[in-house]
């Protein structure tokens, strides 16, 4: 439970930042999770993480069509978790899948003189995702490490609604099957000159990130 973890705020001074980017599109609700959500799976991997980190200060951001600051870098884990816990795909009504805005936005987050980490969350976009110029000179001047993690299965499954008539979405009378787009993940990765990643059985970081991140 996120809001029984315990509580590791203290002096984070020489700490690393850790910038948490959260897909929240319509898609992320689709229980390929053994009957669990993928958004439902990525607040796991994240609390996950957070119990185990020690000396980092986090930071969230969440996109769908529009991206949106949600928390500053914090070392107050509960307050995060709270945050987190919170989360829905009502937060952004505009939606899509626009990665490159909920980058951009974490990375005005970040301060000076830090150990910079950024972790992307997301089933990846319909369509091959292609970051402008300037993001990825930036990320590359400031030597920010960019991690990916594709959530959740290739297989995938239907997009779930609110209509209780039809509870899945429909487009041009079929329902929609909305499946992990790792190949737009990883050309993004690489884009960004990042590690890409993705669990399908296993609801846990991938241990390249938390020994990254907990080194430091």
């Known amino acids: 439970d996120a809001l029984k973890m315990r509580d590791m705020k203290h002096n984070s ?24 959500s993928r958004l439902w799976a990525t607040k796991e991997m994240i609390y996950t993480l957070l119990s185990q980190s020690q000396w980092q200060r986090f930071s969230l951001t969440i996109f769908a069509g529009e991206s949106q600051k949600i928390l500053p870098f914090t070392d107050d ?30 990375l005005s987050t970040f301060w000076e003189g830090e150990s910079w980490y950024l972790i992307v969350f997301s089933d990846g976009a319909e369509e091959e995702m292609n970051p402008p110029k300037e993001l990825k000179k930036d990320i590359e001047y400031r030597g920010i490490q960019v991690f990916m993690v594709g959530v959740w299965s290739v297989e995938g499954w239907y997009i779930p609604t609110r209509d209780v008539f039809e509870p899945y ?11 992990l787009n790792e190949t737009a993940l990883q050309k993004l990765s690489q884009q960004l000159w990042g590690v890409y990643s993705t669990h399908i059985s296993d609801i846990h970081i991938p241990l390249w990130i938390e020994e990254k991140v907990s080194q430091n």
């Open 77 to 106: 884990i509960s307050l995060l978790a709270t945050f987190i816990q919170s989360l829905d795909s009502n937060n952004i009504t505009l939606q899509g899948t626009r990665i490159d805005l909920g980058i951009t936005d974490a």
């Open 13 to 36: 001074e020489g700490s690393s930042q850790v910038a948490l980017v959260l897909d929240v599109s319509q898609s992320m609700n689709v229980e390929d999770v053994s009957g669990k």
């Open 169 to 179: 979405k429909v487009y041009q009378g079929k329902r929609v099957v909305s499946r």
